[in-house]
């Protein structure tokens, strides 16, 4: 298995790697702090608790970018922010995996939902050969997916599946995830914009997107279960 060959390559565990699994550890979450710290220079104090609270939420299931990126450019945040927000924590969530498989193995719920994950790996990549086929774009399109499971561990798993390398892994996830959260940023300040400036308008495209959405899902869902070849 890919992953198998993946896992060969991480450094022994020991007294010698504790530094090195610290910053591991440490490392994303820092990197997330920093970045949070910047939007509250940015912005106004409440707005900057919003974002904060709603970085948090986009960690609890079923919460995604298709709810929380909709919700926090109706309560004030920009669209260009929200969006480069969360596609941000897939790329984080990914470097974190890619640094710490061995540890997330081992959390409740997250290390048996990667295991149960793997262990499919072989059928689950047999039913979806366009992954492999189209390489980080395969991967970069499986994060663009409005699925569960497609965010930054999915992926960073499938990454490591297809046998992409740390680097291309976090490329791909960062192409999907940015591809991902402009389309629903862009299109959710403009239907907001329509709805503050004609309401009856709005609301109608709002319905109108709405229908396509749903139909567009349903359609991807039935070719990603396994009917795309």
Do not use: H
């Not at 920009?78 to 969360?86: K, Q, R, V």
């Not at 999915?154 to 991902?180: D, F, H, K, N």
């Not at 862009?186 to 503050?196: A, H, Q």
């Amino acid at each position: 298995m890919a992953f198998q060959a993946y896992e060969a390559t991480l450094p022994a565990t020991g007294k010698d790697s504790l530094l090195s699994s610290v910053l591991s550890l440490l490392l994303p979450p820092l990197l997330a702090f920093l970045y949070y710290f910047f939007c509250v220079l940015i912005l106004p104090l409440e707005k900057a608790l919003i974002l904060g609270g709603l970085m948090i939420i986009y960690y609890i299931p079923p919460s995604g970018k298709e709810s929380l990126i909709p919700l926090g450019i109706a309560l004030g945040i920009p669209w260009w922010l929200i969006a480069t927000s969360l596609a941000l924590l897939d790329v984080l969530t990914s470097l974190f995996i890619i640094l710490n498989i061995r540890l997330a193995l081992r959390i409740p719920v997250l290390g048996p939902w990667i295991s149960r994950f793997l262990g499919s790996g072989e059928e689950f990549m047999k039913k979806r050969p366009w992954i492999a086929r189209w390489s980080v774009l395969g991967v970069a399109f499986f994060v663009f997916l409005p699925f569960q499971g497609t965010g930054g561990v999915g992926a960073t798993l499938v990454g490591m599946l297809v046998g992409l390398s740390p680097s291309r892994i976090l490329l791909a996830v960062a192409l999907g995830a940015s591809a991902e959260c402009l389309l629903f940023a862009l299109g959710s300040d403009i239907i907001w914009r329509l709805i503050l400036e004609n309401f009856a308008v709005g609301v109608q495209v709002a319905i109108a997107v709405f229908a396509i959405a749903v139909i567009a899902y349903l359609l991807l869902r039935r070719w990603y279960e396994g009917e795309g070849e």
